[in-house]
Nanobody, 123 residues
Framework: QVQLVESGGGLVQSGGALRLSCAAS????????MSWYRQAPGEQRELVAS???????NYAESVKGRFTISRDNAEKTVYLQMNSLKPEDTADYYC?????????????????WGQGTQVTVSS
């Protein structure tokens, strides 16, 4: 089984910073894309940032220049450094990973989600 465990959420004032972490564990052969999504109350879940195993990154327009995604492949961990936080960044943040598992005769890629961590930015 695979687990994604997030940490680092909390309450911060507008203009502040937080760093989210997500560690993957379990039966993992390799990890392709790792991403952060967020979902505000009453809104759809949206992609915040993603990074491929090669290091290519992609950001939502609303966070470009403020958020930075990074990953430590050896530790199977992805981070999201969030600077200059705004009240509209308030949401539950979810870690997502495309994980390849080895079944002996073949390998298969599956999608996994973390349980979410709450980020609240006060004005």
């Amino acid at each position: 089984q695979v687990q994604l465990v997030e940490s680092g959420g909390g309450l911060v004032q507008s203009g502040g910073a937080l760093r989210l972490s997500c560690a993957a564990s379990g039966s993992i052969f390799s990890i392709n894309t790792m991403s952060w999504y967020r979902q505000a109350p009453g809104e759809q879940r949206e992609l915040v940032a993603s990074e491929t195993w090669r290091g290519s990154t992609n950001y939502a327009e609303s966070v470009k220049g403020r958020f930075t995604i990074s990953r430590d492949n050896a530790e199977k961990t992805v981070y999201l450094q969030m600077n200059s936080l705004k009240p509209e960044d308030t949401a539950d943040y979810y870690c997502y990973a495309q994980i390849v598992q080895d079944y002996g005769d073949f390998r298969g890629e599956h999608e996994f989600w973390g349980q979410g961590t709450q980020v609240t930015v006060s004005s």
